[in-house]
């Protein structure tokens, strides 16, 4: 067990509107913080107030970006209790992450520790109104006060709770997506398979682009030939072709592996439906169109869990899919999965971790 030092709050925040939370807009009381110091390990494991930090500007993380971070969310089940949705894959990815960015692991069953007591501290504020969560973001940041180019000797390893609202407070509406042929997201042997900052601020300005254009996100093409693709925005992205589910394989280290991608294709498999993990041109899917055999496509992630992508631009190519509404996969997916998640249905994979 961590051994975990608590300094909690006299006065408790007032809790937002559980019907009108949005994303990322309210933090909780507590955040959990452990150190890292060379000879030290990772040390003081701690539950303190929500507040800021004090860092001495010229630390690393400001500098050269040694930052990594993770996103999973507890439910609130029908019977009160408070679950986490395979917990132990963000944990995996969290410390392949940090191998490729030179931070120093955590111990698996530390940082499952870290995640439920700080989640149990707050569990007033795992919201109860339908689709509702408590998001999770670990993270963590090189402190060295210094401008030389070199892996960090301190580290923070922060989690902070924000209560998020119901992705599809109006219904699952199937999203416009652009194809990024100019930017890319990630290159083989680059940071594409990792949670890192760095490859959110260099996709910002495709996200930009697009928005500007009135599409909601991009498709991420491979870095290298601009023809296979990647990603949708920040999600994994699914199409299926003529019955058959066809999405990116991971073996080229430019594709996050999401905890939802996973999740899918497990559900998939067992549901008997074809799935391919592969290379997919872009070409294909436009192929697929012209044919009348491009049936769906979507994204997958922890935030929406899925997102049905309607309408799919390449400039001259302009896709309906669909008839611009959810499909019968997306919809078999998305309440499969959200009825694991939120307790409402049977785990018969094993997935959930009761909190309390
Ligand atoms: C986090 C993330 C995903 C989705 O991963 P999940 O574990 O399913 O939430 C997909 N793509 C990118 C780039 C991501 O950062």
Redesign the pocket.
Known sequence: MLNIKYELVENKKEKPDWNKLGFGKYFTDHMFIMDYNEGMGWHDARVVPYQNLSLDPACMVFHYAQEMFE?LKAYRTPDGSIQLFRPDKNIERMNNTNERLCIPKIDPSDALDAIKAIVAVEKDWVPTAEGTSLYIRPFIIATDVMLGVHPSKSYKFMIILSPVGAYYAEGIKPVKIFIEREYVRAVKGGTGFA?VGG?YACSLIGQEKAEKMGYAQVLWLDGIEHKYID?VG???VFFVIDGTIVTPALDEGNI?P????NSCIAMLNKLGYKVEERKLAVEEVIAAYKEGKLDEAFG???AAVISPIGFLDDGNIKMTINNGEIGPVAEKLYNTLTGIQWGREKDDFGWTVKVV
Not at 258 to 261: K, L
């Open positions: 996103g949670k490859n990603e920040a999600m994994n996050l999401g905890v939802t991608r997958t992630g922890t």
